[in-house]
């Protein structure tokens, strides 16, 4: 139930008092219980008893108020109609109503919506027309830059200094022919007559060593210097820078032979037949 004495002002609860009061006395007087007026008016006991003691706080509205004076007037014999009539339902005290001030609804007016949708219509009609002006209009022109490479000035002195001097003398200048790659100075060449073990060394490193079988053909070159030993110098005919060819030795023979330019030469140019000694182991 809602608190009765904020909607009752001071008038009407003064009256309210007053009325009770008057209504508990007569009632009294004619020994009458209220029990017996709650019967007699279907109001409850306890809203009887709130009208006689003025406790607004148990009863509802002043209009029903009203009503229930008259009826509780009638029933014990008294003038409704003129206590009712005493008791002012209307009340000027007006409930003060929570300020709706700094809330959603405040902030968000009708009036506020309709702007805030303007705004953003004009926003969008806005940068719609820019994007589609921008797109319509065609990019202007860059400027030429200059190139900082032309207006340097040129070298004082001429790129190939050799060409001005030819121009002048009326002969074309002609490419300096690259120097040709040294070709290796010692080329061997072997031929196996029979299966001899062989040991091949090319300036200062060993390049073969092992078992060469019949009919094989091998050739090493050196820039310097080959070293050539044999086991059965027999079975092994050598050939220097692609001449004859020549027996290392005799059969069975350990043999070794250094081919370069820094030791006496040895003439491989005799027939296949004649031996090539150990006593003749010197370089080409």
């Known amino acids: 139930m809602i608190n009765q004495m904020v909607q009752l002002n001071l008038e009407q609860a003064e009256r309210l008092k007053e009325l009770g009061y008057h209504l508990q006395q007569f009632r009294q007087k004619q020994r009458i219980s209220l029990e ?11 809203l009887l008893a709130a009208i006689e003691t003025g406790n607004a706080e148990q009863l509802p509205e ?7 004076i008259r009826r509780y007037a009638d029933a014990i014999g008294m003038d409704g109609v003129e206590l ?22 405040a902030q968000l007016r009708p009036l ?16 719609l027309s820019y994007l589609l002006n921008r797109s319509s209009t065609p990019p202007m022109p860059l400027a030429k830059q200059p190139n900082p490479a032309a207006s340097e000035a040129p070298p ?19 490419a300096v022919p690259a120097s040709p790659i040294p070709q290796k100075s010692v080329h061997v060449g072997l031929t196996m007559t ?12 060993i390049e073969y060593e092992g078992v060469l079988s019949e009919g094989t053909e ?22 220097l820078n692609n001449g004859a060819a020549k027996r290392l030795g005799e059969p069975g023979a350990v043999e070794e032979v250094t081919f370069g330019t820094n030791a006496n030469a040895v003439q491989l140019t005799a027939s296949p037949l004649e031996t090539l000694t150990a006593s003749s182991s010197s370089a080409l």
């Open 194 to 205: 029979s299966q001899s073990w062989v040991r091949i060394v090319v300036d200062g490193k």
């Open 84 to 105: 009712a009539n005493a008791f002012p339902a209307q009340t000027d005290l007006k409930v003060p109503k929570a300020s709706w001030r700094g809330t959603v609804q």
């Open 156 to 174: 004082s002195g001429p790129a190939n200094p050799t060409l001005p001097d030819a121009l002048a003398s009326g002969r074309t200048a002609q």
């Open 218 to 239: 091998r050739e090493w070159e050196a820039n310097k210097q080959l070293v050539l030993r044999a086991g059965n110098a027999g079975g092994v005919m050598v050939s």
């Open 112 to 127: 506020h919506l309709y702007l805030l949708y303007m705004v953003l219509v004009i926003s969008a009609v806005s940068g």
């Open 36 to 46: 017996t007026v709650a019967t007699k008016t279907l109001i409850p006991v306890r």
């Open 62 to 68: 002043p209009v029903y108020i009203q009503g229930f």
